[in-house]
C-alpha cells in the first residue's frame, strides 16, 4: 500500500470501494447484468415489455463543505448546490441506462439538530422542487414523493442528505453496455456553465470530496470545526492544506474562491441524455457516468478491451488546486476524479461523434471526440495524462 492509500484508509475512505464489491459480487444483477444500473422486472406494472429501476445514492461528504462553508460565511445558498449534488448522483445514473423521464424522488435526511438550523432544512426541502421545475422546463419530468427527515444526532455528525430514485420505462429504451473494439467514444466536459445553468460549474462532482476537503484545507477548520471530521482519524491527516474556504485561487490569469470551486454542484447530463437516447438509441454502446473511480470507472464495464482516452480535456481549474494542496500523482488524481468529463458516450462511428458533439453544443456543453476502443486480451485502460500515458486494469 502506498502513502495515498494509506491516507485514504486512515481517512476512512476508497475510491475503489473494494469492500463493497466484494459484498454484492453474488447478488443477482437484474435482467441487463452489465447495465449502469440494476434493472429489474416490472413488478409493479406487471408487463414483460417494461422494467424497473431503483437507485440511491447521497451528496456524501460533500455535505461536511456545505457545513464549513455556511458556519464561515453564512451563505444559506450553499445547501441548494447539496441538493443537486445528491439528486444527480441518482438521476445521472439512471440516464446511462437510457431513464431520463417520470423519475420519482423521495429524500432521506439524517440531521444533528444541535447544529443544522431549521432553515437549512427549508432550504434542502424547497430547492428540490425549484431544481425539478427548471428539469420540466427543459422538457424532463420528474415527480417528488416526499421523504423522512430525521434528527440522529446520536449517528449524523452534521448533516446526511440522500435521495432514492424508481422509475418504470419500455424495455427497449434501456441502454445496455455492450463496448466493443472500433467504438468511438466522447466526452463532455463536467465544467463550463451550460445553458441551463446559473453560473460558472468548476466540475468537481461530488466524488473524493473527503480527500479534496482534507487536503485542500487548513487545520483551522479541525480546531473550529471538530464535528466534520471522524474523531478517530489521524491527526497528521487531517485538513492538512494551506487554503480557507474564502482564500482565491488563481489559475491562467483567473481568480477562482476555493469554496466556490469545492462546492460547484453536480453538473446534470439528464437534458442532454434525453436528446441522445431520443435520437441515437441504436448507434450507442455505452453511457458511462464518470463518478466513483474518476476515469477508470468504465473498467467495470468492460471485459478484453483496452479503452484508449488520447484528447482528454484540459484540467479544470478545481483539480489543479487538488492537484498543487495534494502532491498526488497523475495516476491518483485520473482514478479518483472525474478530471474534466464526467460523462463518455461510446458509439459506432465518427459520423455519430459529430452528432454528440453538436447535440452538447446546443446546450453549451463542451463535447469532443476523446478516444477509441481497441482489442486487447485483457481488460484496460490507456490514458494519455499532462505526465505522459497512463495504465490500468495491467500489471
Request: hydrophobic share 35%; net charge negative.
Amino acid at each position: 500500500m502506498n502513502d495515498k492509500q494509506m491516507k485514504y484508509e486512515q481517512r476512512g475512505v476508497s475510491a475503489s470501494k473494494a469492500d463493497v464489491h466484494t459484498a454484492i459480487k453474488h447478488l443477482d444483477k437484474g435482467l441487463y447484468p452489465n447495465a449502469f444500473c440494476k434493472i429489474l422486472p416490472d413488478v409493479v406494472g406487471g408487463q414483460k415489455d417494461f422494467v424497473n429501476i431503483m437507485h440511491a445514492d447521497t451528496a456524501g461528504t460533500k455535505t461536511a463543505l456545505a457545513y464549513l462553508m455556511w458556519k464561515q460565511t453564512g451563505e444559506l445558498g450553499v445547501w441548494k448546490g447539496i441538493v443537486q449534488d445528491a439528486v444527480v448522483m441518482n438521476v445521472d445514473d439512471l440516464a446511462c441506462v437510457g431513464c431520463v423521464q417520470d423519475i420519482i424522488l423521495s429524500s432521506t435526511i439524517g440531521r444533528n439538530k444541535h447544529l443544522i438550523s431549521a432553515d437549512v432544512i427549508s432550504e434542502i426541502i424547497n430547492h428540490l422542487n425549484t431544481f425539478s421545475e427548471k428539469m420540466r422546463s427543459l422538457g424532463v419530468n420528474w415527480h417528488l414523493a416526499g421523504g423522512e427527515t430525521a434528527d440522529v444526532g446520536d449517528i449524523v455528525r452534521t448533516i446526511d442528505v440522500g435521495y432514492t430514485a424508481f422509475a418504470r420505462m419500455p424495455r427497449d429504451k434501456v441502454v445496455d453496455i455492450n463496448i466493443r473494439p472500433g467504438n468511438q467514444i466522447v466526452g463532455f466536459s463536467s465544467s463550463g456553465q451550460a445553458s441551463y445553468e446559473d453560473s460558472y460549474n468548476s466540475g468537481i462532482g461530488s466524488n473524493g470530496l473527503t480527500s479534496a476537503r482534507h487536503d485542500v484545507l487548513d487545520k483551522s477548520y479541525a480546531e473550529s470545526f471538530p464535528e466534520t471530521f471522524d474523531p478517530n482519524t489521524p491527526d497528521e491527516v487531517v485538513f492538512c492544506g494551506s487554503k480557507k474556504l474564502t482564500d482565491y485561487f488563481v489559475y491562467e490569469n483567473e481568480r477562482y474562491r476555493v469554496g466556490d470551486l469545492l462546492l460547484s454542484p453536480t453538473r446534470t447530463y439528464v437534458p442532454l441524455v434525453n436528446v441522445i437516447v431520443e435520437n441515437f438509441h441504436e448507434k450507442i454502446s455505452g453511457l458511462v457516468h464518470c463518478t466513483g473511480g474518476g476515469q477508470t470507472k468504465v473498467l467495470n464495464f468492460t471485459q478484453g478491451v483496452k479503452i484508449v482516452k488520447q484528447d482528454l480535456f484540459d484540467i479544470p481549474p478545481v483539480f489543479e488546486l487538488i492537484r498543487q494542496e495534494s502532491h498526488a500523482n497523475w495516476r491518483e488524481l485520473y482514478n479518483v476524479f472525474n478530471m474534466g468529463h464526467r460523462l463518455e458516450v461510446y458509439c459506432e462511428d465518427m459520423a455519430t461523434v459529430n452528432e454528440l458533439v453538436k447535440c452538447a453544443q446546443d446546450f453549451n456543453i463542451d463535447a469532443k471526440h476523446i478516444g477509441e476502443v481497441q482489442s486487447s486480451q485483457s481488460n484496460e485502460l490507456k490514458l494519455l495524462s499532462p505526465d505522459g500515458w497512463l495504465h490500468y486494469g495491467v500489471n
